[in-house]
């Protein structure tokens, strides 16, 4: 059987063409960022009528971050809210860990733990099964000083009752670095 | 010094009395020499049975076995003329000097004009003169269960990346993912094989030989083909009327993994022309068992399927060809972790941070692969010589489910990579002693992701031709090769940036031209010698010039440079395999390679994000010199027992910063020892084998490692498993049947090119269970009396 040159160049020429038909939105890719999370909210509040929110925010390679400032040797109540506000309005992703509490941990951790500038956690909220959370809480604020105070939200930790970030295990999903000053 | 008599008589006397009786012995030596031969088809190389061998010197008369061979032992050296008789075939005769034990490779021709001849034209791919290797179809069905990359371990200078015992990927002298080419069914095989964590989509039951080509060899397979190519290369299609099956299965202990294979080629007996093949795979494993503990979500699943059918006649043929690859792979769940602290806190644990028991259950982060390829060839006889056109089309579709806050059902990216492939090539009659081939090559490719996607990679359009020339030229003992290719590579990328994600369009094109020469020579029947010079070029991938953000999983931001220049690679092969006397053959391969342009990572500064710190990564590019060797040696105690050794080093260098380049696979040695015997009339080919391999620590590490990377390499290791295997009769048919026990002392060890050595150890003893069952039917038999004729051929190893 005798193949022609010009069946030949048919065939290559079709399957080069065959090629060029193509119906795929390749020129406009549409990625989304998953699960953002841009900032970690303090509410916090007390029976004397104080009320205050301390915001650690990163959106758009900016941080912005407000100082902790609470009166020396007091109680208040802190909720703390994680959100999203990359977008309008704004998503409250705490709404999120509260359905899964189960695997999420807020870890407080204050430097120094006691004395001038220590703020001391009590009365955190629990998870479905009993377990810390910590989305709601109480901080006890030492002796009139500087600190730090570092708020990391870890998801499916294998340490629950850890005290420290490190020791809770997971992964960090948020981790909020706040300057105290009490005053 | 004048001898005295009494000397003479008491001392130089008894010695050379002694002499005559070693001498004689020593003589006697020399006819123990062993030749094992394969007869083949002349086009297809498809080994043939029966075939009657009768030598006439030794007045005695063999038959090949279904593998189309035989061995004759105590030869002495001398002249020896071969008569191969086979029905359908051309009978063939030719004298041989044989000097010492050998291996001899004859070619019958099929008789044109009978019922039952068909012709088949040349499926053997070509290879360069570059070093290579290979497994057979036995060496893989001896090692089905494991994954692609780590059965090719088995190949001296290949080691393998991981992430963890199911997601391997093979290294070839250091070089793997995009700098190096997979071939599947002579396809160029495109499964965003740049990945690190995308281990090759290719079923390993598909392949009668896994060749490896360890080197430069663009000239041949264009681009990527720096550190070498995997060729998969399934056996020739049924020539001779009837059908035959083989069933293969395996049970694997450590991840109560279950294989099983099956394969059925048929030939019409009404349509000689016509044959057919159809194949599966499934497999299953659960969570595998590392020293102590069971590593969280490491399961697998994989089915595959495939079909072929051909149409073949003595000059001109075609053949189609469809496959699918599917699988779901978990990746231990400890692996995914937050930011740079979450990371040095798994590091740190000495016991795997997530707890475990054995499941079967694949969750979340996992990844789903399938990969189609459908190819059709045609090939036809011209004056010119023999042309091939081949065109393949492979669609690619990945998809990654991360863990997530919210349980959603979606996967986090859907990335599918379509590409096609044509190839038109001649491989030209022969202008007396200068055979080659000229072709010319086309790909269309598009790379996208689902709306709604994390960020990942820009979509992309590529295209490209190539143009190439290979010949190659006898003369005496010496075999010359020489190639040239032209390449050319257009891409436009379509990138989102910025906060709003603007989609910016990019469009670059990238030539090259490549090279190869190379020369071996038979300097006598004991020892070939062969020095190749090639080069191999790589165009930089859309991640390498693209990346912005976090590399999901790694705990590390990677950031693309979109002014990288393609990767140029310069190689100098030398390979010498010797035969010493009966029992000794070594192979020697040293290469060096240069590599401008080379394309890594270098660390920058660490970043603070909401998650926490983590270390950026910026693509750069620098000058690397790898420069290593791969000695393998095998001896022949007895007809029963062989030891083979084999030891590879690599020292690779980073020649800008003088320095060592990182994550280089560390050298190693291995030891096998096989003893193998008949037992009975039922039990046969039966044997014990010993296998053991050291990998040393990896200490040629760059001075900034801790800057780059915690903790250090680790600690070398040793590793041993034991292989009992026989072939089991039952009536007439054949039962293979082994057990095989993988890392017998339950060795905890980690692996420096493993991802998963942060978290975890690498998997601890695996007991496998293997049957294979070939299954020939009742197929006819013709015979003819036929001329004797007598025809040159040539015998090539």
Known sequence: MKISGSLIATIFTSAVLFTACTKTPIENPEPVEQEVITTIRLVVTNSSGFNKTFNYKVLNDLNFVDEVVLAPSTEYDVEIKVLNESLTPTEDITEEVLAESNDHLFVLESNPATGAGAISFTDGSKDADGNPLNQKLKFTTGEAGNGVLTVTLKHEPTNKNAGTAGAAGGETDAEASFTVKLQ | ???????????????????????????????????????????????????????????????????????????????????????????????????????????????????????????????????????????????????????????????????????????????????????????RQEDQQWGGEHAPNIDPFLANNLEVIKGAASVKYGTDAIGGVVLVEPAPLRARPGTDA????????????????????????????????????????????IPGYWAANTGVEENNYSAAAAWRKQHFGTEI???????????????????????????????????????????????????????????????????????????????????????????????????????????????????????????????????????????????GAAAYLIERYKISNWTIEGGLRYDYRWYEAFNPEGSNQQVVRYEYSFKNLSGTL?????????????????????????????????????????????????????????????????????????????????????????????????????????????????????????????????????????????????????????????????????????????DTRYVFNQWRIPSNFDVIDYPRPPAGYFLADVAVGTKLLAGSQPLYISLTVMNIFNQKYRDYLDAFRYFIDQPGTNVVLRLRVPITFNNSKNHNNEDIRIINSDHIH
């Open chain 2, 1 to 187: 010094m004048i001898l005295s008599t009494t000397v003479m008589r008491y001392i130089l006397l008894p010695i050379l009395l002694c002499m005559s009786w070693v001498i004689p012995a020593r003589a006697q030596q020399h006819c123990s020499l062993n030749i094992n031969i394969l007869v083949v088809e002349t086009h297809n190389a498809q080994p043939l049975y029966p075939v009657v061998v009768h030598v006439d010197e030794l007045k005695a008369t063999y038959e090949t076995n279904e593998k189309g061979r035989v061995s004759i032992d105590s030869l002495c050296p001398g002249k020896y003329t071969f008569h191969f008789h086979a029905a359908g075939y051309e009978h063939y005769a030719e004298q041989v000097t044989i000097s010492g034990s050998t291996e001899l490779k004859f070619k019958l021709s099929h008789i044109e004009g009978h019922l039952d001849e068909v012709t088949i034209a040349d499926e053997r791919e070509q290879t360069l003169l570059q070093a290579k290797d290979k497994m057979d179809r036995q060496q893989i069905t001896a090692n089905s269960g494991k994954t692609l990359g780590d059965m090719l371990q088995a190949v001296n200078g290949v080691s393998v990346i991981a992430n963890g015992a199911t997601i391997a990927k093979p290294v070839i002298h250091g070089m793997h993912s995009n700098r190096i080419v997979m071939l599947n069914n002579g396809v």
């Open chain 2, 246 to 289: 083989e069933l293969n299965l395996a049970g694997l202990s450590n991840n109560r993994m279950g294989v099983a294979s099956g394969v059925v080629n048929h030939n019409f007996k009404a349509i000689p022309a016509l044959s057919f093949r159809v194949q599966g795979t499934y497999k299953k494993g659960g969570n595998y068992r």
């Open chain 2, 321 to 463: 060809f469809y496959s699918r690859f599917n699988t779901d792979l978990g990746v231990y769940r400890g692996a995914h972790t937050g930011n740079e602290a979450d990371k040095l806190a798994a590091v740190n644990s000495d016991t795997p941070l997530v707890p475990a028991d054995f499941t079967y259950e694949l969750k979340r982060p996992r990844q789903h692969v399938e990969h189609d390829l459908a190819k059709a060839k045609m090939y036809f006889d011209s004056k010119l010589g023999v042309w091939h056109a081949t065109y393949a089309y492979q669609h690619n579709f990945r998809q990654e489910y991360d863990v997530q806050r919210v349980e959603t059902d979606d996967a986090q990216l859907n990335l599918t990579l379509n590409t096609q492939t044509v190839n038109l090539n001649l491989e030209h009659r022969a202008f007396g002693e200068l055979k080659g081939e000229v072709g010319v090559d086309g790909i269309f490719q598009e790379n996208f992701i689902q709306p709604g996607d994390r960020v990942f990679l820009p979509n992309y359009r590529s295209k």
């Open chain 2, 518 to 690: 190379g020369a071996t020579k038979r300097v006598s029947n004991n020892w070939q010698l062969s020095t190749i010079l090639s080069n191999a070029w790589r165009a930089p991938q859309a991640n390498e010039l693209f990346s912005a953000g976090l590399h999901h999983g790694a705990a590390r931001i990677e950031l693309g440079n979109k002014n990288l220049e393609p990767e140029r690679s310069y190689n100098l092969n030398i390979e010498s395999k010797n035969q010493f006397g009966s029992k000794l053959s070594t192979e020697l391969s040293l290469y060096t390679q240069y590599i401008q342009n080379y394309i890594y990572l270098e660390p920058g500064a660490d970043v603070l994000t909401i998650r926490g710190y983590f270390k950026t990564f910026n693509y750069r590019q620098t000058d690397a010199h790898l420069t290593g060797a791969d000695v393998s040696a095998m001896y022949r105690w007895n007809d029963q027992l062989k030891t083979n050794f084999k030891g590879s080093v690599l020292f690779a260098r980073n020649t800008t910063a003088k320095d060592w380049l990182i994550l280089m696979p560390a050298d190693r040695l291995s030891l096998n020892t096989t003893y193998t015997k008949d037992i009975s009339r039922k039990l046969q080919e039966c044997y014990l084998g010993l």
